[in-house]
């Protein structure tokens, strides 16, 4: 199946990583674009034995220039062997060519060349570019509400805020995934008219910057739901610090009480509203033979 090709992602080239320098060009990766910090990268040299021994360390070149890279290994869970996508990373002068899609469509090639059937990984619910990326864009699906998951990091993203990630699978070969990477996406106007007909769990406001912060939480008892997030996250941080642990804990909430009383994430979707950009994930009450996520103590 060809995957939908997003405009000027075509001058990179893909492929497993094998050389020493590039292994330590996917720990500046890390260092870089992801905001470690203090924490540690995953060292080249675990990097080759995770590539030797089934997982995956993959590039994106732009000429002989790493500009991005996938790590993942090979995952067990008791039943099914899968493959655990353990970061992406894009460096900040490539995160506008639609990179991370590309990366993970071609993470997604490999897997199945290996016989695999889902990729797992997690990421920060407070993100909607990272929901839009993974729900949206490529049709992975909730599976669970991870509470502060890796404990306290000193990365940028993370310091001085709870780690609690959604756990997400991403089932490869199913019809909804390759529509999607297809380009075959709801329209604006069904995005607008599902999000009208869905009870808001997460109110908010816009603080004193014109940046909104949550106000409240609402147990939802409607079919169809939408939970808020910060649209732009890094702007937050930016203009409304002290509204970060407000948010982590009014997201938290929102999901226990959804996950709890059955809901499932169906998509994530922007909607413009009074000349204001916001992102929710919509949320649909698991039916007979449906499956809710759940929550995870951390």
């Given at each position: 199946m060809a995957v939908a090709s997003p405009t000027g992602a075509d001058a990179f080239r893909f492929r497993r990583l094998d050389k020493p320098e590039e292994f330590r060009g996917v720990e500046e990766i890390q260092r870089g674009a992801l905001g470690l910090g203090s924490e540690p990268p995953v060292p080249g040299s675990l990097q080759r034995a995770i590539q030797d021994h089934g997982g995956l360390v993959l590039g994106a070149?732009?000429?002989?220039?790493?500009?991005?890279c996938a790590?993942?290994?090979?995952?067990?869970?008791?039943?099914?062997?899968?493959?655990?996508?353990?970061?992406?990373?894009?460096?900040?002068?490539?995160?506008?060519?639609?990179l991370g899609y590309r990366l993970k469509a071609f993470q997604r090639?490999?897997?199945l060349q290996q016989g695999l059937p889902e990729i797992r990984w997690t990421y920060d619910p407070l993100s909607s570019r990272l929901a839009h990326l993974y729900l949206r864009r490529l049709g992975a699906g909730v599976t669970g509400y991870l509470l502060h998951h890796f404990g306290r990091l000193a990365t940028a993203r993370d310091e001085g805020l709870e780690t609690d990630r959604l756990s997400v699978t991403w089932t490869l070969a199913a019809p909804p995934v390759e529509q999607r990477l297809a380009g075959r996406l709801p329209t604006?106007?069904?995005?607008?008219?599902?999000?009208?007909a869905a009870t808001a769990i997460v109110e908010t406001e816009p603080g004193d910057s014109g940046i909104r912060r949550p106000t409240a939480v609402a147990e939802p008892s409607t079919p169809s739901a939408h939970l808020e997030v910060p649209f732009d996250l890094d702007l937050v941080r930016e203009h409304e610090p002290a509204s970060l642990r407000p948010w982590r804990h009014a997201v938290r909430d929102a999901f226990r009480l959804a996950l709890d009383l059955g809901y499932r994430v169906d998509d994530f979707v922007v909607v413009s509203a009074e000349h204001e950009r916001r992102g929710f994930y919509l949320l649909e009450r698991a039916g007979d033979g449906g499956t809710a996520a759940r929550v995870k103590e951390g």
């Open positions: 070149f732009t000429d002989i220039y790493l500009a991005g790590v993942g290994l090979l995952g067990w869970d008791g039943e099914r062997l899968y493959h655990y996508s353990h970061f992406l990373g894009v460096r900040p002068e490539y995160q506008n060519h639609h090639d490999v897997v604006r106007e069904e995005d607008a008219r599902r999000w009208r």
